[in-house]
């Protein structure tokens, strides 16, 4: 077994509705992230390409390969990484079986999505065709989950819809701060509450979109990291986990099992706790999604984490940042990109390179969801001691 | 036309069946909910709808109480007035949404007829 696993680089592309496709937004993020890191092409031993539906969206299969050539990596080995939405928690979980194995010296992850050039309806049901038969024949989507299960959790825990629109208030406030964000505009929670039903009691605004975008991050042992730089982060705890594919059979619609059990894997393998953890990006791809990951990750009470919403506890200058970045729900949500975007998030942070939306950490999470909860991954971080 | 649940050797059921239960047991029997009367355990109405369904598409998580175990089931309702802790009982619904509209294939092995819920 090798040393501990260092995040040695990263990049992102401007999220949002792009002219490029697939295989140039995954070239723009993986050759901006070996850029930064100061890393040659024949450096790289392992490429991992998280992205959940290519094939689906543009008829565009093999994109591992492609950008492999496209890199100028050939021969590294290449795989592509499919866990639905948490595809890119899926690839930062891979790169660390690389590297930890000592399979790899140097493994690039590169995760992306092109959906904006389908309507929303047609990205709707690519999404929902990863629900079980039983479901999908009543035209169920990941949003009507979202509904379903933020009707019960107000209705539980006595908890405010404002403090919903909070959610999303906050996100896109952070969003402004981050120029590869889709939506740079703030709201209020008038215009959220205000805002077209989607799924009932949630509205438009607590939606992600639909986007168009990549990330990257640049993995390799911290031993070979020390001979390109100081600035790397230190993965120090990765954890994954599945709940049921048919989303009615758990017990407690209100619990995210599959964020339990992979947050505990991952804080067990840092030897952490959450109150270490400084920093969080949490996947928002609904805003009960947010509180629902706070309580799961242990980050609040179950029934809870409205309250530390409502009183400023997640925002930039609270007491625990959740989403700086401006979350899926700010930033965006191309599938296979938004895990490796939360990386880079916490990497950005805790090398101090997240400008104006900089906190003080030297802990972060990632956790990203595929379906309703139904495979998720978790990542912990921490700055080079 | 029948909603068939799965009673496993432990004893637990499942709607969906599967092939063994959340702990790995065998299928035992199915048991028909068609027939039942379950609960209202939350409810929404969906105006976002992929091609091929309704909208709005109000949507239901039910729990039947089935001797003493219970087992839930998602679905559409016959009426968008539905209230959490309403009973409701499933109605056979020839075609859920339109075959083939959608990302699956009309004649590949997704079943589009089944059960909504209406209330009693």
Known sequence: MSDSVAVLGGSMTKFGQRDAWICELLAEAGSACLADAGVPPDAVDHLYVSNMASGEFEGQTGVMNALAHDLG???????????TSASGGAGIYAAWQSIKSGASDMTLLVGGEKMTHRSTAESTDVIASITHPAEYKHGVTLPSFAGLTARLYLEQFDAPRESLAEVAVK????????????????????????????????????????????????????????????????????????????????DDPTTMNAVVDSSDRAFEMAGLEPDDIDVAELHDMFTILEFLQMEAVGFAEQGRAWEQAMD????????????PSGGLKSKGHPLGASGVAQGYEIYEQLVGEAGDRQVSADAGLACNVGGFGNCVTTAIMEARQ | ?????????????????????????????????????????????????PPGVRTPNTLAIVEFDVD???????????????EIGQTVTPVYVE????????????????????????PV
């Open chain 1, 312 to 323: 400023g506890w997640t925002r930039l200058d609270g007491d625990l940042p959740i989403n």
């Open chain 1, 171 to 250: 996100n896109h406030e952070n969003g402004v701060r981050n120029e590869n964000a889709q939506f740079r505009t703030e709201i209020t929670v008038e215009e959220a509450l205000d805002s077209p039903i989607v799924a009932d009691p949630l509205r438009l605004y607590d939606f992600c979109p639909v986007t168009d975008g990549s990330a990257a991050l640049l993995f390799c042992p911290v031993a070979v990291a020390e001979e390109y730089t100081d600035d790397y982060a230190v993965l120090s705890g990765v954890g994954g986990a599945t709940d049921t594919h048919v989303v009615h059979e758990r």
């Open chain 1, 73 to 83: 990596l050939v021969p590294a080995y290449s795989q592509r990484v499919d866990q």
């Open chain 2, 95 to 118: 075609e859920l949404r339109e075959a083939g509209v959608g990302i699956k294939p009309a004649d590949g092995p997704q079943e589009w007829d089944g059960y909504r819920f209406e």
């Open chain 2, 1 to 49: 036309m029948t909603m068939d649940a799965y009673r496993y050797e432990d004893g637990s059921i499942s709607y969906p069946g599967h092939p063994r239960s959340r702990d790995g047991a065998e299928p035992a029997e199915t048991i028909d909910l068609s027939e039942c009367t379950g609960e209202v355990i939350t409810w929404t109405t969906s105006t976002a709808t």
């Open chain 2, 68 to 82: 003493g175990e219970t087992v839930r089931a998602l679905g559409g309702t016959t009426t968008d007035d539905v």
